[in-house]
């Protein structure tokens, strides 16, 4: 892995912030743009800007291939079955409200159960608690232990007959836990439960198989892993998505409309009403194509080659927390004792440094830590080890600075 020229693809990082050059280490939010994307959305809205499906010119034929090519590509990354089970979404959010709403409020009652975890993201526990309150159904948490890891002995115990859902997160985007989604859809699947898995911080940073963790869905963005924002994907189990109404109505999904009554295209359409999110797939194509070319197993490697360097020298500091296991995806959350994280991220702004501050759309967790909000620094394959020597140091004068305020 060429780091030096993996480097050269994302031009945004060729620029000074504040006066300095910058260090971006806020890619769980999102990350940066490799030329080949940008290019990708520059072409189809020159060349082949058209609507897909519903016209026989050769613009809109140009345009359908595209977006078509994209589901294969998303289906071989994922490794699903067929591309019915791909459909795209404007992202995680709308993944899992997709499965709340259209498998959720369908098939949970009064007395069911729905599992998840404290270190969900609100996008993976607010579709749950509002198809808890309108169904009956009850919200159970598999507890944490104290380095916000789970145990499998404590799945199995939250996890019973009565259990319908289980939805848990493949990465957390706080502690960086990498959670055993084979192992939790094996305990989901023995009370024939479905497991919903939170894909967005996994599918970005290792290889994904979704036939081998045997999960029910699994919803990622697109965003996070060099896409353009606003497309992801919804993989489903084909006969769990064929069982399922569509979460909207319109345009496109159709098969036939009469005046009182309508029915439904074929998979993967019947989920994708009105015009898709044509240019957004054809940029996510385009990022599966450049992740594929480096090598997911490589940006793995890369990651926790950081992330390990990273770790080595903020243990080396004094008066910090760092929140989380040993064991753990590219990121570290973590404070400065007496300095607010906003404050934190402001000083380190100053220094041409990204990083992310508040509670991470996890206000639950932040309870379960005793804090209010925490600083994080999340690692990508174009981050290097001087990116973290320059975190250190911006860390430092921050502590510098407030201590001579205080």
Partial sequence: MDLHAIRQEFPILDQEVNGHPLVYLDSSATSQKPKSVIEALDTYYRQDNSNVHRGVHTLGTRATDKYEGARE?????????????????????????????????????EGDEIVITPMEHHSNIIPWQQAAKATGATLKYIPLQSDGTISLEDAANTITANTKIVAISHVS???????????????????????????????????????????????????????????????GRKTLLENMEPFEFGGEMIDFVNLYDSTWKELPWKFEGGTPIIAGAIGLGAAIDFLNEVGMDNITEHEQKIVSY??????????????????????????????????????????????????????????????????????YLYNTEEDVDRLVDGLLKTKEYFGDVF
């Fill in 73 to 109: 590509k998303v289906r071989k990354f994922i490794n699903a079955e067929t591309t019915k089970q791909v459909i795209f979404t404007r992202g995680t959010t709308t993944a899992i409200n997709t499965v709340a709403y259209s498998y959720g409020r369908a098939n949970l009652s």
């Fill in 173 to 235: 985007n706080v502690l960086g836990t990498v959670n055993p989604i084979k192992q939790i859809a094996e305990l989901a699947h023995k009370h024939n439960a479905v497991i919903v898995v939170d894909g967005a911080q996994g599918a970005p940073h290792m290889q994904i198989d979704v036939q081998d963790l045997n999960c029910d869905f699994y919803a990622f963005s697109g965003h996070k892993m060099c896409a353009p924002t606003g497309i992801g994907v919804l993989y």
């Fill in 310 to 379: 990273a770790m080595e020298k903020l243990r080396s500091m004094d008066g910090i927390t760092i929140f989380g296991p040993e064991k753990r995806a590219g990121l570290i959350t973590f404070n400065l004792d007496d300095v607010h994280p906003h404050d934190t991220a402001t000083v380190l702004d100053a220094e041409g440094i990204a990083v992310r501050a508040g509670h991470h759309c996890a206000q639950p967790l932040m309870r379960w830590l005793e804090v209010t909000a925490t600083a994080r620094a999340s690692f």
